[in-house]
């Protein structure tokens, strides 16, 4: 299709689309999804909400201070000021964010995006290494940073980035700068086709990619789900788990209540106790988490604790039906499960409440169609297994089309996840296609453990796979050839874990490791991941 003039100066994303014949169809079946060529959507979730509704209505929520709709607005003007007059920002420039969930995180999206820029997420565990990949492939030319997180983004040595602190005493730091800035700002008139956020994803081979998303996507998703399957109200409360360098935890934490002119209550540790003790003490009525989370809250979970809550949503991983029944028999709640990807940004796959169905992920999200496909792209009668098809208003676009033809195949999208579908339009998830494990919520590249495990002195040989846990839906495991003289034993398995912890974000360590004396191989060598599977 053809794109509307951008208004980057710096033209680094429009420069490394895809090539257009590798897009997916986009299609933009409803009226909703008709956007002005000019479009910035900061200013139209933020800005635009404030006029309509007001100044003094609530936005953002924490534990201990209250932001206004007005404040957010003011703040994030003077982020974007600062990035601009004081650091010479020009739109297009990418700007990487890392910090918890937190109203300043919310206020520096906002403003890089306000200022024409290109906001790239990151999640504050990530190391050095990661981080540096991450730079190697966005080029970002500033990065806005807790203060407290710091550590891990200097160690990456970023050539030609500038860094900027945030919520620390330091004269430079972006609190105490953006202060003395105006809080009046006029948000670049991006077009709706630019790119306004890169968001990573982890291949099978380790490598994060790239997905690049236009002002008009991150409308898209609350036109999609959020109206027609979430349905919002104004005086609603959002809380949640997911980091807001998630695209589950940006949609669900930030653009949906910001399109509803909703308030968000933001928690930077927000583990299932965190999580029931925000919704009781703040009457929270919308619930964003993994399944694993909503399995945790079940032992004795109070009904009066969450009398508050009006919707759940589950994603990230698939939702067990007995955990869908157990929180519905010990809440009265109908858990909304969700399943969408980074590539298409949120959820394309659910069910309102109301028409939610235990096992079940649900059907195509209004605005989109799916259907499961035979590994020549075509449609299997229903309760057949089958690659997942997916096209709407938003698609997969790589960077660089990194793995592009991978994911799209005639018009498609391809998630990578095998499906049935029965005669009710109901989609039912089977299993992942590739070595992706899915533990807790969390992405997991099996390779990416391996490569660090390797970086171990008594590490010979090793093989990661993914195997079923209750309470996590997946868990890592490393299977594991020691060097010579290596003792096979608890306190080596524990030594490699905390090494890993070190080298990679701590989730993605193996929460199991067995010491073989060899690992399945093909006759010409090719590691058998298949059969370590098979052998649990």
């Not at 970023?158 to 953006?178: F, K, M, N």
């Not at 499960?337 to 079940?360: K, V, W």
Request: charged share 20%; with cysteine.
């Amino acid at each position: 299709m053809e794109l509307n003039a951008s208004a980057h100066v710096d033209t680094f994303t429009r420069d490394h689309l895809p090539a257009p014949a590798t897009w997916p169809e986009l299609r933009f079946a409803l009226p909703e999804l008709s956007y002005p060529a000019a479009l910035n959507c900061a200013e139209a979730l933020l800005d635009r909400t404030a006029v309509r509704l007001g100044r003094d209505r609530r936005c953002l929520v924490t534990p201990t201070e209250t932001w206004s709709y007005g404040q957010v607005v003011d703040r994030s003007n003077q982020v974007a000021r600062v990035l601009v007059d004081d650091l010479g920002m020009v739109p297009g420039n990418r700007v990487l964010l890392r910090g918890p969930n937190n109203p300043w995180q919310v206020a520096c999206w906002l403003g890089v995006v306000k200022a024409g820029g290109v906001a790239v997420a990151t999640m504050p565990l990530l190391r050095g290494g990661e981080l540096r990949e991450i730079a190697e492939i966005a080029r970002p030319r500033f990065a806005l940073c807790d203060a407290r997180f710091l550590d891990d983004l200097e160690a990456a040595a970023v050539a030609d980035l500038t860094i900027v602190p945030v919520g620390g005493e330091s004269a430079d730091d972006l609190t105490v700068l953006s202060a003395a800035r105006p809080a009046a700002f006029e948000p670049v008139r991006t077009s709706s086709d630019d790119v306004c956020m890169l968001a990573f994803t982890s291949g099978t081979t380790g490598r994060p990619k790239a997905t690049m998303h236009f002002h008009r996507d991150v409308l898209a998703i609350s036109d999609t789900f959020s109206r027609h399957v979430l349905r919002p109200a104004r005086d609603d409360l959002f809380v949640g788990s997911p980091p807001l360098a998630f695209t589950f935890g940006l949609g669900g934490l930030v653009v949906f209540p910001l399109h509803a002119g909703a308030a968000t209550l933001l928690l930077e540790q927000a583990g299932p106790d965190q999580l029931l003790e925000a919704v009781d003490r703040h009457r929270a009525s919308v619930l964003f988490t993994a399944p694993t989370a909503y399995r945790a809250m079940l032992p004795g979970i109070d009904r009066a604790v969450v009398r508050s809550l009006r919707r759940c949503v589950s994603a990230g991983e698939t939702l067990p039906a007995a955990t869908w029944t157990a929180f519905h028999e010990a809440t009265g709640l109908r858990i909304v499960d969700g399943l969408g990807t980074t590539e298409l940004l949120h959820i394309f796959i659910s069910a309102t409440a109301e028409d939610s169905r235990p096992g079940a992920t649900g059907r195509a999200v209004p605005g989109y169609a799916a259907e499961v496909q035979d590994s020549s792209g075509r449609p299997v009668t229903d309760g057949e297994l089958g690659l997942l098809a997916v096209r709407g208003p938003t698609g997969c676009r790589y960077l660089d089309g990194d793995r592009q033809e991978h994911y799209v195949r005639n018009g498609w999208n391809l998630t990578g996840d095998v499906f049935t579908r029965d005669a009710d339009g109901y989609f039912h998830y089977q299993a992942r296609a590739d070595d992706m494990i899915v533990s807790a919520g969390y992405n997991i590249s099996g390779p990416e453990v391996e490569n660090a495990l390797l970086r171990h002195p008594d590490v010979a040989e090793t093989a990661v796979v993914g195997l079923p846990d209750v309470d996590r839906g997946m868990i890592v495991k490393a299977f594991v050839v020691l060097r010579p003289g290596a003792p096979a034993d608890p306190g080596t398995a524990a030594a490699l874990q905390d090494f890993v912890k070190r080298e990679i974000a701590p989730y993605k360590y193996p929460r199991a490791v067995e010491f073989v004396a060899a690992l399945p191989r093909t006759a010409t060598g090719k590691l058998q991941r298949f059969r370590l599977r098979a052998s649990e």
